[in-house]
């Protein structure tokens, strides 16, 4: 079979839809990447995290994860999601126990109820 013959027998409208269908896959991501705010305020940042905005802050006072004031007056406290998540995925990496156990106390202070208390020693790994 010659290039000439494949190519006949390629339906342009097929040919067209699945070049669309590979771009769109492609860029959807980076699409997605560009709407995602940098920073976002407390009340968003307790809602990604599914905690609320009480537990949040007392996460942030432990120094368990980081934040950042913004505006011209630096009176607004803004969340970067990507870092809020290295701090919590670094605080459930065992890389010294001592630290490991100290922020293992500070998430548990910072929890509202015993549920919330379970989850944090379900994903660090901790029997009750």
Do not use: K
């Amino acid at each position: 079979m010659s290039h000439a013959t494949m190519v006949e027998s390629i339906d342009p409208e097929a040919l067209r839809a699945a070049i669309v269908a590979d771009v769109v896959e492609a860029i959807t991501p980076l699409l997605a990447e560009s709407t995602d705010p940098l920073a976002v305020g407390p009340g968003e940042m307790a809602r990604r995290l599914s905690i609320s905005r009480p537990t949040l802050d007392r996460l942030r006072a432990a120094g368990v994860i980081p934040s950042v004031m913004a505006g011209p007056t630096e009176r607004c406290r803004r969340y970067v999601p990507a870092d809020v998540l290295a701090a919590l995925t670094a605080a459930s990496t065992p890389t010294n126990d001592a630290r490991r156990a100290e922020l293992l106390s500070q998430l548990l202070a910072a929890c509202d109820d015993d549920d919330q208390r379970s989850r944090v020693r379900y994903a660090m790994g901790v029997d009750s």
